[in-house]
């Protein structure tokens, strides 16, 4: 039997201030997760919910509290090096060098996965075209618009051709046009069988694109099921009405 | 990883410092080149010129591997801590983070960022002493070793500074009141022979006084203090570097939430 892409058990992070305003915050509440491998799957929430802690515990940029993290059947805890390769993120905040030129951008993170240059720079190409900012690849990325900076975040986090690409926000201040080209490129890698796992604002964007939900509220998952059954469930309301409805203090418009 | 694929992350980040010390040139290599020149026009010289040799050796001889040392040092400190801390600040230290990269190749690769600028820094420095002094070199397996070592040393330190400093004063600070300080009462200009006790005494605990000492002897034959004491202080001190470098790493201490 095939292993889940992403398997979550009990995950707990809490995250402690020392000093002025010292405390803790508790992120994820022991959330439980599975998703299978091919699967478009939206994780939504409110800010703060737990989304971007979430997923930096499955790159490594958080460290978990306590629980079980498996990527394509392999724990974090006994083999983080293998489960990243399996990884490709595109964060929600940019976070490249604004000196390199968005070629080396693209072309180092393929060699930090041992990727060879040569191999590297004919991967880029490619990726550069599909994504429509190979006529920018000399360009220093500071000098890129919004929208191509993410472009060139999502040609890096596919350099190595992971089996999971995670996507926080990836069209967040994107233009409708692009946010359109963006989202046909996304449906296209995950027919070729990339598993997706996106988190976004635009409910209209996980609805249209995803064909399972989970809906994550101050650190706890309120649901998890396919995208179809959940708007079934809740009649001829929409994806938004029942997303305050489950995430909101008061339910009460 | 497999052996290979760390062997090409290791190139990738090599690559992208020597490209980078290259391409912002005139901060990275030109200015140790010009400040040494003045200290040997200077100290080695104006001044120097004045002054009685020292157990044979002319001032200027005397000077030239503590000045070859001092941008040794200062290249190794200053390009560590502003590549990982410029990293951490534009975030693209994510970028090596999620990589499949174990934490002691991501040190490797900083450390030996390090060792080349100060090695690249400190070849020019030599050409430019040459232009004022006649080079001897008694031993040069000595002066590599604890060039080398000294390097190593300095680019840990560099990066422990990296990880802890929360804001670029963070990584201004140690260089400044504590490295400055440090490397010029480090025995460059002067044999701790000459010094009146206690001084002499309290030299012996600055740890930069070794690496100096060893590095002369190298390029001299000639030490205040024991060769092997040197180069047994300056690996200690690195030692304890590493580890804590690794356990920083480890602990995800200033680099992860």
Redesign the interface.
């Given at each position: 039997m095939q292993s889940p892409a992403i398997e979550l058990t009990n995950l707990r992070k809490t995250?402690r201030k020392s000093g002025k305003g010292a405390g803790e915050t508790e992120a994820l509440k022991g959330a439980t997760l599975s998703i299978p491998q091919g699967e478009f799957f939206a994780l939504l929430g409110p800010n703060g919910a737990g989304k971007t802690?979430m997923i930096?515990i499955l790159?490594?940029?958080?460290?978990k509290t306590s629980g079980e993290v498996k990527v394509n059947g392999v724990s974090i805890d006994e083999d983080l090096?293998?489960a990243?390769?399996y990884?490709g993120?595109v964060?929600q905040?940019?976070?490249?060098?604004?000196f390199e030129n968005v070629q080396?951008?693209v072309v180092?993170?393929a060699?930090?996965?041992?990727?060879?240059?040569d191999e590297a720079i004919k991967r880029a190409e490619v990726l550069l075209k599909e994504l429509g900012i190979w006529d920018k690849r000399k360009d220093k990325s500071m000098a890129l618009s919004g929208g191509m900076k993410r472009r060139l975040m999502i040609a890096?986090a596919l350099i190595h051709k992971p089996a999971i690409l995670l996507l926080d926000e990836p069209t967040a201040g994107v233009d409708v046009e692009l946010r359109r080209g963006m989202w046909k490129f996304l449906r296209e890698l995950n027919e070729a069988g990339t598993t997706i796992v996106l988190t976004t604002h635009y409910l209209e964007e996980a609805e249209l694109l995803s064909r399972h939900v989970a809906i994550i509220s101050k650190g706890n998952i309120v649901a998890n099921e396919p995208m179809k059954e959940l708007l079934a469930r809740h009649g001829d309301k929409k994806l938004e009405d029942i997303f305050l409805e489950m995430t909101s203090d008061d339910p009460t418009p | 990883m497999s052996t290979n694929a760390m062997i090409v992350a290791f190139y990738t980040m090599m690559r992208k410092e020597v490209v980078r010390i290259f391409r912002i040139w005139s901060q990275t290599l030109l200015p140790p080149v010009i400040t040494t020149s003045l200290y040997f026009a200077i100290f080695g010289a104006f001044i120097g010129s004045q002054i009685q040799p020292i157990e044979g050796f002319s001032y200027m001889q005397f000077i030239m591997p503590g000045l070859v040392m001092m941008t040794v040092i200062t290249s190794a400190y200053a390009h560590v801590s502003s590549a990982f801390f410029s990293a951490k600040f534009m975030k693209s230290l994510e970028e090596l983070l999620v990589s499949p990269m174990p934490h002691w190749l991501i040190i490797a690769g900083f450390v030996c960022a390090g060792v080349i600028r100060s090695f690249l820094v400190s070849v020019l420095v030599i050409i430019v002493a040459l232009m004022f002094t006649h080079i001897t070199i008694a031993n040069m397996f000595i002066i590599l070793a604890a060039g080398v070592l000294t390097a190593i040393l300095f680019s840990l330190a560099g990066l422990l500074n990296g990880i802890f400093a929360k804001g670029f004063d963070g990584i201004t600070i140690i260089p400044n009141f504590v490295l400055t300080p440090l490397t010029y009462l480090g025995g460059i200009f002067y044999s701790i022979e000459l010094l009146p006790e206690p001084f002499r005494t309290l030299s012996l605990g600055n740890p930069i006084l070794y690496m100096v000492n060893a590095f002369r002897h190298g390029f001299l034959g000639i030490s205040d203090v024991s060769l092997w004491v040197s180069f047994g202080i300056t690996g200690l001190v690195t030692l304890i570097l590493l580890l804590l470098t690794l356990w920083s790493f480890s602990k995800g201490t200033g680099l992860r939430s």
């Amino acid at each position: 039997m095939q292993s889940p892409a992403i398997e979550l058990t009990n995950l707990r992070k809490t995250y402690r201030k020392s000093g002025k305003g010292a405390g803790e915050t508790e992120a994820l509440k022991g959330a439980t997760l599975s998703i299978p491998q091919g699967e478009f799957f939206a994780l939504l929430g409110p800010n703060g919910a737990g989304k971007t802690t979430m997923i930096g515990i499955l790159t490594g940029l958080v460290v978990k509290t306590s629980g079980e993290v498996k990527v394509n059947g392999v724990s974090i805890d006994e083999d983080l090096s293998l489960a990243k390769t399996y990884i490709g993120v595109v964060p929600q905040e940019f976070n490249f060098s604004l000196f390199e030129n968005v070629q080396d951008i693209v072309v180092d993170q393929a060699g930090y996965y041992g990727i060879p240059r040569d191999e590297a720079i004919k991967r880029a190409e490619v990726l550069l075209k599909e994504l429509g900012i190979w006529d920018k690849r000399k360009d220093k990325s500071m000098a890129l618009s919004g929208g191509m900076k993410r472009r060139l975040m999502i040609a890096r986090a596919l350099i190595h051709k992971p089996a999971i690409l995670l996507l926080d926000e990836p069209t967040a201040g994107v233009d409708v046009e692009l946010r359109r080209g963006m989202w046909k490129f996304l449906r296209e890698l995950n027919e070729a069988g990339t598993t997706i796992v996106l988190t976004t604002h635009y409910l209209e964007e996980a609805e249209l694109l995803s064909r399972h939900v989970a809906i994550i509220s101050k650190g706890n998952i309120v649901a998890n099921e396919p995208m179809k059954e959940l708007l079934a469930r809740h009649g001829d309301k929409k994806l938004e009405d029942i997303f305050l409805e489950m995430t909101s203090d008061d339910p009460t418009p | 990883m497999s052996t290979n694929a760390m062997i090409v992350a290791f190139y990738t980040m090599m690559r992208k410092e020597v490209v980078r010390i290259f391409r912002i040139w005139s901060q990275t290599l030109l200015p140790p080149v010009i400040t040494t020149s003045l200290y040997f026009a200077i100290f080695g010289a104006f001044i120097g010129s004045q002054i009685q040799p020292i157990e044979g050796f002319s001032y200027m001889q005397f000077i030239m591997p503590g000045l070859v040392m001092m941008t040794v040092i200062t290249s190794a400190y200053a390009h560590v801590s502003s590549a990982f801390f410029s990293a951490k600040f534009m975030k693209s230290l994510e970028e090596l983070l999620v990589s499949p990269m174990p934490h002691w190749l991501i040190i490797a690769g900083f450390v030996c960022a390090g060792v080349i600028r100060s090695f690249l820094v400190s070849v020019l420095v030599i050409i430019v002493a040459l232009m004022f002094t006649h080079i001897t070199i008694a031993n040069m397996f000595i002066i590599l070793a604890a060039g080398v070592l000294t390097a190593i040393l300095f680019s840990l330190a560099g990066l422990l500074n990296g990880i802890f400093a929360k804001g670029f004063d963070g990584i201004t600070i140690i260089p400044n009141f504590v490295l400055t300080p440090l490397t010029y009462l480090g025995g460059i200009f002067y044999s701790i022979e000459l010094l009146p006790e206690p001084f002499r005494t309290l030299s012996l605990g600055n740890p930069i006084l070794y690496m100096v000492n060893a590095f002369r002897h190298g390029f001299l034959g000639i030490s205040d203090v024991s060769l092997w004491v040197s180069f047994g202080i300056t690996g200690l001190v690195t030692l304890i570097l590493l580890l804590l470098t690794l356990w920083s790493f480890s602990k995800g201490t200033g680099l992860r939430s």
